[in-house]
Every structure is written in structure tokens, then in C-alpha cells.
């Protein structure tokens, strides 16, 4: 069966039930048809200082074959609500655009998905459209200033912001706009982003509230005056017409898993070119009404849960108490040389020498004082000799693990899995970020690259090398670090694939994002407007003569 079909035959409660199951008030429900609402915050009841714990689920580097990340949230979700834990998921949108390419949604699969899946694919609440508005307002502002007569001195080839929409098309990656003559605007090299990439899209999920929300906002750095002096959305005036589209937008959205767990569904932004993880406020508006909040972070340890980390728990104060590591057979014999073609074949060997990629990830989670859990998303190909080669390497090295089958089991494949994750989070943890912000930007890059990725080196572009400058004249040394890289590799190469070590990182770009609060390290290529694929997803949709949605994944 397709995941839609799996949807398609669940049973949904009202919106209002959920709501009620999770302690949410009726005055801070605002419905969205029968199956979905957005919740206000400031209308729910007091918690004082009871806050639910987090468990943070993340992976091992990532392959074409799929590890099942975010279907083991839902998973380990129903499981533990089964355990009469009050449980509540916090996860991201998906972004429209690689639901019609390759990627398809982002909701989960089999009986671990967050519904309705279809409406949470596609527009849900309208969030990103109210982001891609912010963001194009802000666009509309910066053009327009430049046409009256750039009082504040722009020098419109240092603009650092795009357009956005949420669409994969190359085809808009490089644009010229203004042209047609002197009343159409000033010509100018620029081009769009997807929404996911905005650093609009990054300050609404870091955000804790609307004031900050409008504060963070008014922060961010649009370009460069002719003498590099930084130019904010507070130097245009813009903040308050951005925050006024995102007022509704900023609410988390609550729907239901299969099981009937409750979720926040809320911000989705990119895991590279930001930090790839749920707002803030869904988070802790979570942590405010349940006893466990089951999060997730963009693609492996290395980047999303390092990340969350170092970024998230900063600025939203919502430090893990245990993190899950989904693991899969068919990874780790990707890491071990094996083609996607070939991996329904038994090979221990290759599981053996795939080892070292988990071994990576589980070490990574330590050094912030945590101690993991591994998860193995079981497939029906894995045999018990591979499955003994991971749960054989974690009982001897003291590390909880445990084998799950969410996809086709939902909440009752992985029960171990809960009993595991409830010992761990009540374990006293040692949490504590892995640099500190006060430690010069140099620092904090070598310090992951060492510490997190396993490489030797650092070396800067020259142009790096003059935003270093800039980053310092500017007085931005106390952000962290938001490292873009490849999800694949622990290098910044994606065809070297298991444990990578001794390598030279290089460091292409770094870009400001001082709404955000913090730095973009670009590493290798990267875009941050994708394309379709040669079939996109797109080719295989369609509604029948009921208006039902068919052929999404």
C-alpha cells in the first residue's frame, strides 16, 4: 500500500478532540476546517515551570534508500503516548516544491503519519504562503528604495536577499529585473530562492514570540551601503508590515498522527542553509502541555542535531534529554560500498564496514553530553545477521538499541523502542553546546570541523576570507555557526561516504543571517533553489472525480 492509501483509511478525530486530549483550551483553538487548527499560545493555561522533556530524533548520514527519520517520530510518538506518557509530536512543513519533485512529502509513511497528509503537503494553514509574502514585501521595499533615490546608500550589488517561492524551478535561480526603461525600477542582478531557504522562514522558527519575532526581523541584514556599512530591514522601516503578514502565521498548527497522538506542524526551514529543524514556539508550546515533546532535526547528527544544539537550544532553551539515532541496514551497507541496487542482498561485510558512519554519529551525540539511542527502522530485506552486527556493537559499547518497525506497525513496532527512550530521559545529562559563542568565528568552524566531522583543516576562499573581515568590523563574532555542507559526507565531498577523517574542509562563502543570529559557512556547492528531476512527482499527481488527491507520496 502507498502512504496515501495508509491515510486514506485512517479514522480522524475532530480537531477539538485532539485539542482537549492534549489540555489545549477551546479559546485557543482556531479551527482550519475539521482535521487541523492553529493554537495561540498566549491563551493556554499557565504550566509554572513543568516543562515536558524533549527527545530529539536524528540519523546517520543520509542515502538515496531512505533511513525513515521522520516516520520514526510519529512512530515512537504513538508508542509512547501507548504508554499513557502524554506525548505531543513537533515537527516541520514540508515545503510544497519537493513534494512535486523528487522528494515527495514529508509527513511520515505507513502507519506512522501526521494527518491529513495531503493537506499538510500542500497549503496547510497558508504559513509559507505568509512567509514567501514577508520576504517578497521586503524584496518590493528594497527595489523601491533604490528607485526613489537610495537615500540610505545602497549599493544594489551587495543585496544579499532574493525573492522566494515555493516552487522548485532552476530556471529563476539567475534573473535580471527592472528593465523596461526608467519607470520600471533599477536594473539589477538578483534571483529567487524556495521559501524554505529565506531567512525569513529561519527567524519565524527561532523566534519565541511576536516581539521577538519583530525584533529578529528588523535585525536582519539586507545588503551593503557603498562604504560596507550593513543595512537592516529596520534601516528600511519594513519590520512592521512583515510581522503584521506573519501574525497568524506564527501560531503552531496542531493535527494528529494515525494513532491519534497529537502534533505541532510548524516552519520548515532549509537543513544547510539554516538550521532544519520545527519552530521554536511549536516546540515549547509542546514542552508546555505534554511530558515528552518527540522532535526531529534535518538530516544526520553532524548537521541537524548539531545544529538544534548549538543553535536552537541557544536561542529557544529546549536542550535534548536524550537523542534517537535512526539507523537502517540499508544505510549503513550504502556507507559500506553497496549499490542502491544491490542492497536487498545479505552482505554483513558491508554492514561491518558501513559501522564506522554510526560509530561517527553516536560519538557526536556524547560530545555534547548526551548519551544516544540507537534506533534500527527495520526493512523487510534486513536479515538477522546484519541486524546482529548493530545491536552486537551496541551492547558491547553500553549504548541502548533498539530495533522498530514503524512503517508497518505504527506505535506497536516500536514499543522497545519507547521503554528504551523513557529509561534514557531520565538519565541526568551533562548537556552543553559544543563551543562557546564568545570563541572567534575561526574557532568555532575548525572546532566543529574537528570535533563534529572528523577533519584536520580549514581554508577559506578569498572572498570567505573578506566576509571574515566584515564578520569582525561588524561586531557579529558572537554568533554560531550554521555549516552548509553535503548531508551525505562528513567532508564536504558526497561521494566519500562512511567515516571520513583527516580531510581539508573548504569554506567557500560565509553569510550573515543577523535576524536569524547566526553565520552561514558554505562549504562545497550548494543551491538554494532547487530543480526538478528528469519525472518530477509532479507527472504522477492528480484528484479523481471526488476531488481526492491521488498519486502523492
Sequence with gaps: MSDLAFAARAVLKPIAEIAESAGIPQDAVEPYGKYKAKI????????????????????????????????????????????????????????????????????????????????????????????????????ALIDNHLQQGNTLGIDPRSI????????????????????????????????FEITAASEVMAVFCLATGLEDLRARLGRMTVGYTYDKAPVT????GGAGAMTMLLKDAIKPNLVQSIGGTPAFIHGGPFANIAHGCNSAIATNTARALADVVVTEAGFGTDLGAEKFMDIKARYAGCA????????TIRALKMNGGVSKEALKHEDVAAVQAGMPNLMRHASIITKFGIQPVICLNRFATDTEAELDVVTGWAEANGIACAITDVWGQGGAGAGE???????????????????????????????LVREIYGGANVEYSVKARRMLEQIHANGWDHLPICMAKTQYSFSDD??????????????????PKTGAGFIVAISGSLTTMPGLPKVPAAMHMDVDEDGNVVGLS
Design 40 to 139: 495561540d499560545p498566549t491563551l493556554l493555561p499557565d504550566s509554572g515551570t513543568r516543562l515536558g522533556k524533549v527527545v530529539l530524533v536524528s540519523g546517520i548520514s543520509p542515502t538515496p534508500a531512505g533511513e525513515g527519520k521522520t516516520t520514526t517520530v510519529v512512530g515512537l510518538g504513538d508508542a509512547l503516548a501507548a504508554t499513557g506518557t502524554k506525548t505531543i509530536i513537533a515537527l516541520r512543513e514540508p515545503s510544497v516544491g519537493p513534494t512535486f519533485g523528487m522528494k515527495g512529502g514529508a509527513t511520515g509513511g505507513g502507519q506512522s503519519q501526521v494527518l491529513p497528509m495531503d493537506e499538510i503537503n500542500l497549503h496547510f494553514t497558508g504559513d509559507f504562503h505568509a512567509i514567501t509574502s514577508a520576504n517578497n514585501l521586503l524584496m
Design 233 to 236: 530591514v529596520d534601516d528600511l
Design 417 to 447: 523502542l519507547a521503554k528504551t527512550v523513557l529509561r534514557a530521559i531520565e538519565v541526568p545529562s551533562s548537556f552543553a553546546p559544543i563551543y562557546e559563542l564568545q570563541q572567534p568565528i575561526e574557532e568555532k568552524i575548525s572546532t
Design 320 to 327: 535534548p534529554d536524550t537523542v534517537v539515532i535512526v539507523a
Design 160 to 191: 544579499t536577499f532574493k525573492r522566494v517561492i515555493d516552487v522548485n524551478d532552476r530556471a529563476l535561480r539567475n534573473v535580471v529585473i527592472g528593465l523596461g526603461g526608467p519607470s520600471n525600477g533599477v536594473p539589477r542582478e538578483t534571483g
Design 494 to 511: 558526497p561521494k566519500l561516504l562512511g567515516a571520513a577523517e583527516g580531510f581539508t574542509l573548504q569554506i567557500r562563502e560565509l553569510i
